[in-house]
C-alpha cells in the first residue's frame, strides 16, 4: 500500500481519456479504469452497436424491397462473422491505447475501481491511495437491472444480458424478450428481428420512444407494432429459468400473460457510476438520480474537481461527454478564465430503423407552456427522391418561432434521419432565419434533402 500525489488525477477513460495532451506534459498525471480502455461507446455503446445496425438496415431493406420491383431471397446471416468483423476491429483499441497512456513519462495508470476515502484522496483499488490537486470525474454509468429475482443482475450464462454483453453472443437466438421503450430497447428489437431473431418488446408505457417529439413516437410505435411482437403498457414481475429458456410473467392493461424466450435483454436506462466511487466520501455533492452536481464550466462543488460526461450530464450521448470533456480540458488550462459547455442545441439520434433524429422542443412541450409557434410536417414521400425510394414512413417535423423565425425544434423519422439533420441542427445554432435556411442555400435537386428545404418552406401553410 503506497501513498502518492498527483498533480491531475482523471477517473475513466471513455471521453475523459482525451484530456491528456501535450499542454499538460508537463503535469503528473494518473488515469483510473477499473474496466477497459475507451470506455461505453468504443466498446459495449455507439461504435459496435451501429455496426451491427448496418447489415441490418441492408437485410430490412432487401426484405421490403419489393415496392421497388425487387426481391431478395431471405439473407443467410453469418452471425459470428459478423460479431467477430465488429470486435475483431474494436478489441484491438483498448489495449493500444492502455499501452500507449503506460508509456507516457508523465501518466500514471491504476488499473482498479477508484473511491474516494476524502477530500481530493482516492482509494484506487489498486492496494494505493492518491491524493491530487486537481480530478476529473468521467467514470460514465452502468446499465440499470430489474428488481426482479433473476433479473437482478445480468448473468450471460444463464442468457440475461445487457448491452454489455448481447452483441457477444455465440449464436443469433431464435428468441429474444427486450424490455425497455428507449434507445438501446429500439436499436437491439431492429437488430435483432432484421438478422432474424423472433423479438418480443415489452414496454410498460403507452409508446416506444416517449421522449421524442409526439408525431415521431406515435408513427414510430404504429410501425414497431407491425414489425414486433410489440406488448404496450406490460410490466414483468416473476421470472422462471428452466435451464434453457426464460419465462417471464407480465402484467399489462390487456390482461396477464406469460412470454418465453432465451435470451432476455435488460434496456431500461443506467445509472450513474457516483455509488462505485463514493463521491460523497469526497465531499461531492450530487442530484438526486446520483449525476454529480456540475456548473456550466463542468466544475462541481468541491474546488479543483470536475466532471463530465454520463456521471453528470443532462444528456447521455457521446458527442456530449466529447464537448464536456473538450470544455474540462481548457479549464484545467484557464481556470481564471473558464469557457462555459455550449448545451444550447443537443441533438441526438436513434439508429434503429427508421432512424429518428432531433433536437430542441417536441410539439407537445411547446403546447404545454403555451409557446407560440408554426409548425409543419413534411413527408419525405412528397418529395422526388423519396419518390425514388417510394417511401411510406419518412417525416420531417418543424417547429419555428413566429415572431423570430427560427427553429425552436426539429424532429425527424426515416432514412439517413441521422445525417439528414444536420442543416437544422447548423441553422438552430447559428441563430438563423428558417427563411433565410430554405431559400438562400442551393439545395440539391432532387437529393432528399429537398425534404428539409420544403419542410422550412412550409411553415407558413395555413394549418400547418
Ligand atoms: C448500447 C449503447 C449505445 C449507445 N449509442 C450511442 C450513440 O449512438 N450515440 C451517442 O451519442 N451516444 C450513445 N451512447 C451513449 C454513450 O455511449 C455515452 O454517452 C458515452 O459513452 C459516455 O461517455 P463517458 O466518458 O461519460 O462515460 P464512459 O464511456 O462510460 O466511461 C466511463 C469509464 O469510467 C470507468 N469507471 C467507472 N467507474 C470507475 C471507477 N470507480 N474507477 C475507475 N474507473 C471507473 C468505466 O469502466 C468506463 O470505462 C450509447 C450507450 C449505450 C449503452
Ligand atoms: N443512439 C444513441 O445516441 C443511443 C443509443 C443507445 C443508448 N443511448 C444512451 O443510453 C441511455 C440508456 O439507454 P436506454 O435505452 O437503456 O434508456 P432510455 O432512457 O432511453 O429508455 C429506458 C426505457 O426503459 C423503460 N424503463 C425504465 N425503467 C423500467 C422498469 N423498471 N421496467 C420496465 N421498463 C422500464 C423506460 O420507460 C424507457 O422506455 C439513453 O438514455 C441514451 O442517452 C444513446
Same mark, same amino acid.
Not at 148 to 168: C, Q, S
Not at 393 to 418: C, E
Given at each position: ?26 503535469? +503528473? ?42 426481391? #431478395? ?29 503506460? *508509456? @507516457? ?8 475501481? %477508484? ?5 481530493? &484522496? $482516492?482509494? &484506487?483499488?489498486?492496494? +494505493?491511495?492518491? &491524493? ?54 429500439? *436499436? ?25 417529439? *409526439?408525431? =415521431?413516437?406515435?408513427?414510430? &410505435? %404504429?410501425?414497431?407494432?407491425?414489425? #414486433? ?5 406490460? @410490466? ?23 412470454? @418465453?424466450?432465451?435470451? =432476455? $435483454? ?11 466511487? +463514493? ?32 456521471? @453528470?450530464?443532462?444528456?447521455? $450521448? ?50 404545454? =407552456? ?17 419518390? !425514388? ?11 419555428? +418561432? ?25 441553422? %438552430? ?10 431559400? *438562400? ?5 432532387? !437529393? ?17
Amino acid at each position: 500500500m503506497s501513498q502518492r500525489h498527483h498533480d491531475l488525477v482523471i477517473i475513466g477513460t471513455g471521453s475523459g481519456n482525451s484530456i491528456i495532451g501535450p499542454e499538460f506534459d508537463d503535469l +503528473d498525471i494518473a488515469i483510473m479504469e477499473r474496466g477497459v480502455f475507451g470506455g461505453t461507446c468504443l466498446n459495449v455503446g455507439c461504435i459496435p452497436t451501429k455496426m451491427f445496425v448496418y447489415p441490418s438496415d441492408i437485410a430490412e431493406e432487401a426484405a421490403h424491397a419489393d415496392r421497388l420491383g425487387l426481391s #431478395f431471397t431471405a439473407p443467410q446471416v453469418h452471425w459470428r462473422e459478423i460479431r467477430d468483423r465488429i470486435f475483431g476491429r474494436i478489441d484491438q483499441i483498448p489495449p493500444a491505447g492502455e499501452k500507449y497512456r503506460r *508509456e @507516457s513519462p508523465n501518466v500514471t495508470v491504476y488499473a482498479g475501481t %477508484a473511491r474516494f476515502v476524502g477530500d481530493k &484522496t $482516492l482509494d &484506487t483499488g489498486t492496494g +494505493d491511495t492518491v &491524493t491530487a490537486d486537481r480530478i476529473v470525474i468521467a467514470a460514465g454509468g452502468r446499465p440499470r437491472l430489474l428488481d426482479i429475482e433473476g433479473l437482478d443482475k445480468a448473468d450471460p450464462t444463464r442468457g440475461v444480458h445487457t448491452n454489455d454483453t448481447v452483441m457477444r453472443l455465440d449464436e443469433l437466438p431464435e428468441r429474444m424478450i427486450i424490455i425497455g421503450g428507449g434507445y438501446i430497447g429500439a *436499436e437491439f428489437a431492429h437488430v435483432f428481428d432484421a438478422l432474424g431473431t423472433e423479438v418480443t418488446w415489452l414496454v410498460r408505457r403507452d409508446a416506444v420512444l416517449r421522449f421524442e417529439d *409526439e408525431t =415521431v413516437s406515435e408513427s414510430f &410505435t %404504429a410501425l414497431a407494432q407491425d414489425r #414486433f411482437d410489440l406488448r404496450l403498457n406490460a @410490466s414483468p414481475h416473476k421470472a422462471v429459468y428452466d435451464g434453457a429458456a426464460w419465462t417471464l410473467s407480465c402484467t399489462s392493461d390487456d390482461g396477464d400473460f406469460d412470454v @418465453s424466450a432465451p435470451v =432476455v $435483454l435488460l434496456a431500461i436506462g443506467r445509472e450513474p457510476n457516483t455509488d462505485l466511487l +463514493d463521491v460523497a466520501a469526497g465531499g461531492i455533492a450530487t442530484h438526486p438520480d446520483g449525476r454529480i452536481v456540475v456548473d456550466e464550466f463542468q466544475r462541481t462543488n468541491v474546488e479543483g474537481v470536475y466532471a463530465l460526461g454520463d456521471i @453528470s450530464s443532462d444528456y447521455e $450521448l457521446k458527442h456530449v461527454a466529447n464537448r464536456e470533456a473538450k470544455t474540462v480540458k481548457y479549464n484545467l488550462a484557464h481556470s481564471d478564465a473558464p469557457q462555459a459547455t455550449d448545451h444550447r442545441v443537443v441533438p441526438h439520434a436513434v439508429f434503429a430503423n427508421p432512424q429518428i433524429a432531433s433536437f430542441g422542443k417536441t410539439e407537445q412541450e411547446l403546447r404545454e =407552456v403555451g409557446t407560440p409557434y408554426l409548425v409543419k410536417v413534411q413527408k419525405y414521400g412528397d418529395v422526388a427522391y423519396g419518390w !425514388a425510394m417510394e417511401d411510406e414512413v419518412g417525416l420531417v417535423k418543424v417547429l419555428a +418561432d413566429p415572431g423570430t423565425r427560427r427553429l425552436l425544434g426539429a424532429h425527424l423519422m426515416g432514412y439517413q434521419a441521422s445525417s439528414l439533420i444536420q442543416p437544422l441542427i447548423q441553422a %438552430a445554432q447559428f441563430e438563423q432565419t428558417v427563411d433565410a435556411v430554405a431559400a *438562400e442555400p442551393y439545395w440539391i435537386h432532387p !437529393a432528399l434533402s429537398e425534404v428539409i428545404e420544403n419542410a422550412l418552406l412550409g411553415l407558413d401553410e395555413p394549418n400547418s
